[in-house]
């Protein structure tokens, strides 16, 4: 599945009132990487906190449009409200993990506050030019590129919290 309209305003409502409608106005002209930049400089200029789970769900989008490496720095700059949704979280800033027998290393990149799994992106190191992510990586579970929610999803499945802002990953399973 790919981020919706549903989705971006659930994103927005994280804004201001008057800041989701500009932050809306970007996906309808089709400058989704333009709108997660206006996101992120707006929630720090406001020094607004954040659930850590919406970090997480910022972070997906911003891969699904290519943009978390370039944003890794100010997404770790949030201000995180430790009062709201922690069942899934950013991991913490690490290097790579070599897997055995392939020619790929594992990002840790989201984790579940419940049970310690992890999403990793998984990487064919370039001598030259940008690390795409070949695969995501729940524990042993492999997911495509285009499968990066799914693999939120999978994260995500120990989460009981009645109230948590990604419920609706529960029919992606
Ligand atoms: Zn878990
Ligand atoms: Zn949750």
Known sequence: MITDLDQWRGLGRLLPPGEDEQFVDYFMIGEQEGGLGFLLSRLRDHDLPIPANAVAEAAVTAEEWGVWVRSEDEFRLLPVDESGGRCVRLAGPSGAVAIPDEDLVAWPWLACASCGA????????????????????????????????????????????????????AALD
Do not use: K, M, T
């Open 118 to 169: 992890g999403v990793s992106r998984v990487c064919r190191p370039e001598p030259f030019g940008p690390w795409v992510p070949q695969h995501y990586r729940v524990e042993e579970c492999w997911y495509e590129p285009e499968e990066l929610w799914e693999a939120l999803a999978d994260l995500h499945s120990c989460c009981d919290d009645p109230e948590c802002r990604l419920r609706w990953l």
